[in-house]
């Protein structure tokens, strides 16, 4: 069966250092894969998907930014954080032909 | 643009009687609602859709409706229990994206006992 894992699952980080949040897919090959972020009582903001390795499509402009170094890998990542960039993160991955996403437990992110 | 609204943020229901969550769009180009539920500090998890060909879907306790002439759906859940006291988004596929959902922005069931 596929399962999702996301690390760390809370991050508290001052403004203006870096960022890097793992997600890893097990159990499936060539997933679609995103990033999404909630902030509080908000809706789920897609900001990254990939449909495979080093193809990033971003859905909106920021300073964060993601990659996909292995095929079962994505990473989202920062070089100066914001106090905006506080909020929910969720990865995600769909099979190619599915249209169901499922997501990883979430890290949770407070910038202070 | 909010192409998949929810408009009730919160939602409040007996135990054992019926919750009725709505999801309005405005894109015809829809084909594919999905329903998922989350609870606090986890991911969503996927719990039912519908495909635009159809009015109806059942599993469980769970259905879904469409309405397609309103870009109208929603979801039923009968009975309610307290488990079931979640954020329930619908989301939306469009017909010519393979990769993207648009999401509405939840409604907050509470289950009262």
């Known amino acids: 069966s596929q399962t999702i894992h996301q690390w760390p699952a809370t991050l508290v980080q001052p403004v203006g250092s870096p960022l890097s949040l793992e997600c890893t897919v097990e159990?499936?090959?060539?997933?679609?894969l995103y990033w999404y972020r909630q902030a509080a009582g908000r809706g789920l903001q897609l900001l990254f998907y990939?449909?495979?390795?080093?193809?990033i499509s971003s859905e909106v402009p920021q300073n964060l930014s993601a990659s996909r170094p292995q095929d079962r890998q994505f990473i989202l990542s920062s070089k100066k954080l914001l106090l905006s960039d506080s909020g929910f993160y969720l990865c995600?991955?769909?099979?190619?032909?599915?249209?169901?996403?499922?997501f990883g437990p979430g890290t949770r992110l407070t910038v202070t | 643009d909010q192409q998949v609204k929810q408009n009730s943020p919160s939602l409040s229901v007996q135990e054992g009687r019926i919750s009725i969550l709505n999801c309005d769009y405005t894109n015809s180009m829809f084909d594919y609602f999905l329903w998922y539920k989350k609870y606090p500090a986890e991911g969503p998890t996927f719990l039912i859709s519908i495909s635009s060909i159809k009015d109806k879907n059942e599993d469980g306790r769970f259905t879904v409706f469409l309405n397609k002439s309103a870009k109208h759906l929603s979801l039923h859940i009968v009975p309610s229990q307290p488990g079931d006291s979640a954020v329930y988004f619908c989301a939306a596929r469009r017909g010519d994206s393979n990769y993207q959902l648009i999401w509405g922005a939840g409604t907050k069931l509470i289950i009262k006992p």
């Open positions: 995600a991955w769909a099979s190619g032909s599915s249209y169901e996403q499922y």
């Open positions: 159990g499936t090959s060539n997933p679609n």
């Open positions: 990939s449909v495979g390795i080093g193809q």
